[in-house]
């Protein structure tokens, strides 16, 4: 019932132009910015997105988005839909980020603060490892970052 739910408000942010409507909105925030930011950015949205609702709902209500705001800044859907699925798998912060960290959390071991603060250094990480893909790895696998 939950990954339906967060795929029918990405299919309804979509069909209403709500997707739209918040992308015309993204794009005067990023107008200027260049194509990295806005990827990273997008990664960075759904990574914390992520830690506070379910990863499906997450990427349902970023991607559709995200993708529309693309092409105005050049960038390949590919990158805007790979970086936030990565991000989106990564609820290091909080407990209800994801069924195996309140799973960890029951045996009693740490306590969520203790979960937090060790989540901080995982999750810069992981923007790192990220930007590092969008900018090294991908490329090097022939996959498009840009728009031709």
């Given at each position: 019932m939950?990954f339906?739910g967060?795929m029918?408000?990405g299919f309804?942010l979509?069909?209403?132009?709500?997707?739209?409507?918040?992308?015309?909105?993204w794009?005067?925030?990023?107008?200027?910015?260049?194509?990295f930011?806005?990827?990273?950015?997008i990664?960075?949205?759904?990574?914390?997105?992520?830690n506070?609702?379910?990863?499906?709902a997450?990427?349902?209500i970023?991607?559709?988005?995200?993708?529309?705001v693309a092409?105005?800044l050049?960038?390949?859907?590919?990158?805007?839909v790979f970086?936030?699925?990565?991000?989106?798998?990564?609820p290091?912060?909080?407990?209800?980020?994801?069924?195996?960290?309140?799973?960890?959390?029951?045996s009693?071991q740490f306590?969520?603060?203790?979960f937090?603060?060790?989540?901080?250094?995982?999750?810069i990480?992981?923007m790192?490892?990220?930007?590092l893909?969008i900018?090294?790895v991908?490329?090097?696998?022939?996959m498009p970052?840009l728009?031709k």
């Amino acid at each position: 019932m939950l990954f339906a739910g967060a795929m029918s408000m990405g299919f309804c942010l979509w069909q209403t132009g709500a997707a739209e409507w918040l992308a015309i909105n993204w794009l005067d925030l990023f107008k200027n910015a260049n194509w990295f930011v806005f990827v990273m950015a997008i990664a960075f949205f759904v990574m914390v997105m992520t830690n506070f609702i379910m990863n499906v709902a997450a990427i349902a209500i970023s991607v559709p988005v995200a993708l529309v705001v693309a092409p105005y800044l050049n960038v390949a859907p590919e990158v805007i839909v790979f970086a936030a699925l990565v991000t989106a798998g990564m609820p290091f912060l909080l407990l209800v980020g994801a069924a195996p960290n309140a799973i960890a959390y029951n045996s009693r071991q740490f306590t969520s603060g203790q979960f937090f603060i060790a989540g901080i250094p995982a999750s810069i990480l992981l923007m790192a490892v990220v930007a590092l893909a969008i900018t090294v790895v991908w490329p090097l696998l022939g996959m498009p970052v840009l728009l031709k």
